[in-house]
């Protein structure tokens, strides 16, 4: 069967894709940017990647024609040229005027469960999205899920941060909400299950694991399966903002996706029951155990999508490729080189920096670093790295981006997201004479930047050595 799957570099295509694949489907893969797709792990496999954007309608005439399904995983959360429900009802409208002209028989969408009287601005925005995709063209399948949990989900990560850094938790009063989570394991097996199913055209259901719970049950059996004893504490005196900065300052997550998954967790996520799960044979399994699960991928290093790789914003839009170029001109430099013996270890250090690794040298002021980007509205260091030691363009490494992830010709390229009054990259690269080059290169933005560069030159001078020389010295643990 020939697929088209959109989304394809979010967290839930990049899990469903291997699937599609494994089950001989022919797989096209739509992102803004081919660069930020790693196909090589798919050479085995029927794929083709093609660059479309659904807010462009003139980029669309990449889409094949020959289709028979396709699966609608798009959101636009992080858009700064629109609103988010704006720029989703664009996306939706683009896609299904394009998708009617093609032979495509059914389209399946994964939206949030909408049950509530009173709707989030997110939920609200998926129920529209769904409205759209309605046509008389092909069938729609639509599943409704709440919290998914899996490793690198950005629910799972969320809780995670929270649990495992607050033994006590002052909390607002949502807490007593109630959800029905799901793990990522179901989620995958009704998407695929519900494929080319004629019962399920133009229906939508319900997805959801085996209880509901409240987001307080969720934290407190979340430590439980960590062996951790927590107490949480919960008022009626934090304010949706006051909430959404707790979240900020103790998670990964943005400050305007903070704000939207509280907007989202005054609701009550139930899943209506339905007979889907008994139709495929999916049994869910239980909150608990999708914990286990997601632990078990993270320990052996297999987590295969992470939310916080997923570029959802047109930040980079038009530009991606043009950031590999690092600019010469107007800009302040830290170059440094050494020699070094044995190139494959050093190699191997570069490509495991950062996340629990951390940066080989004075960490301590990475991490001030990091917390003072969070007080003027950053990303800080708390979003980790996705593997320990596999990187792909796109992927995230604290507050930097990795712009080119080049293992063969021993190059890797970071961009930085951190607020700066300017542009950053920090690059490595090996020549093929062992010498070992680290360049840091600021592009300052008028005299802001220029001050901010020769504030911090000082700590250049003893934190960029430091790192070069630990990068050529470490011997990883066997």
């Known amino acids: 069967m020939r697929i ?12 469903l894709l291997p699937v599609l694949l494994e089950k001989k489907h022919q797989v ?32 669309l005439t990449a889409i094949p024609l020959d289709i028979d399904v396709v699966y609608y995983l798009m959101h636009s959360m992080s858009s700064a040229k629109y609103d988010f429900s704006e720029a989703e009802l664009i996306t939706a409208s683009n896609f299904k005027e394009v998708i009617e002209r093609t032979n495509v028989k059914q389209v399946i969408f994964l939206s949030g469960i909408v049950n509530s009287e009173y709707l989030s601005k997110h939920l609200l925005s998926r129920l529209n999205v769904e409205a759209i995709l309605e046509s008389h063209k092909y069938a729609l399948t639509t599943l409704r899920a709440g919290i998914i949990v ?24 949502w807490l007593n909400t109630r959800c029905q989570p799901i793990g990522i394991r179901d989620v995958l097996h009704f998407l695929e299950g519900v494929l080319m199913k004629s019962y399920t055209f133009n229906h939508a259901y319900d997805i959801g694991g085996p209880e509901v719970i409240t987001y307080k049950n969720m934290l407190l059996r979340f ?13 009626p005196v934090m304010t949706p903002k006051l909430s959404s900065y707790w979240l900020y300052f103790v998670t990964s997550v943005s400050y305007s996706l903070a704000s939207s998954l509280v907007e989202s967790m005054k609701v009550d996520v139930v899943a209506k029951p339905n007979d889907l799960g008994q139709k495929l044979g999916i049994d869910p399994i239980t909150y608990e155990q999708s914990i286990e699960l997601a632990f078990g ?69 990475w991490d001030i670093r990091g917390f003072l980007d969070k007080l003027v509205g950053g990303v800080g260091l708390q979003r980790g ?94």
């Open 150 to 173: 899996g490793s690198g989900s950005a629910s799972f990560e969320i809780i995670r941060d929270l649990v495992e850094k607050l033994p006590v938790m002052i909390t607002p009063k």
């Open 297 to 365: 991928k993270i320990e052996q290093n297999q987590v295969i999508s992470s939310w916080r790789d997923a570029m959802n914003g047109d930040a980079y839009q038009d530009r991606f490729n043009k950031l590999i170029e690092v600019p010469q001109e107007g800009c302040f430099k830290d170059e440094r080189s050494m020699t070094v013996d044995d190139p494959e270890r050093v190699l191997r250090n570069i490509w495991s920096i950062g996340g629990s690794t951390g940066w080989y040298y004075a960490d301590w002021l």
């Open 28 to 59: 096209v893969c739509c992102v803004r940017d081919k660069t930020r797709f790693d196909n090589d792990k798919f050479k085995a496999f029927d794929l083709e990647v093609i660059e479309v954007d659904f807010l462009k309608k003139e980029s």
């Open 4 to 15: 088209l799957l959109t989304g394809s570099t979010g967290y839930v295509a990049q899990r």
């Open 223 to 235: 430590a439980k399966v960590r062996g951790l004893k927590r107490t949480i504490f919960i008022v």
């Open 385 to 478: 790295r996705t593997n320990s030691d596999t990187l792909s363009t796109g992927s995230v490494i604290d507050f930097w981006r990795v712009i080119l992830a080049d293992k063969k010709n021993k190059r890797l390229l970071l961009y930085a997201e951190m607020k700066l009054p300017g542009e950053a990259w920090l690059e490595f690269r090996i020549d093929n004479k062992n010498l070992l080059m680290q360049t840091a290169t600021f592009r300052p933005l008028g005299i802001r930047g220029r001050l901010y560069w020769y504030s911090v030159l000082p700590f250049h001078a003893f934190i960029f050595r430091g790192m070069m020389q630990n990068i050529a010295r470490y011997r990883q643990p066997k």
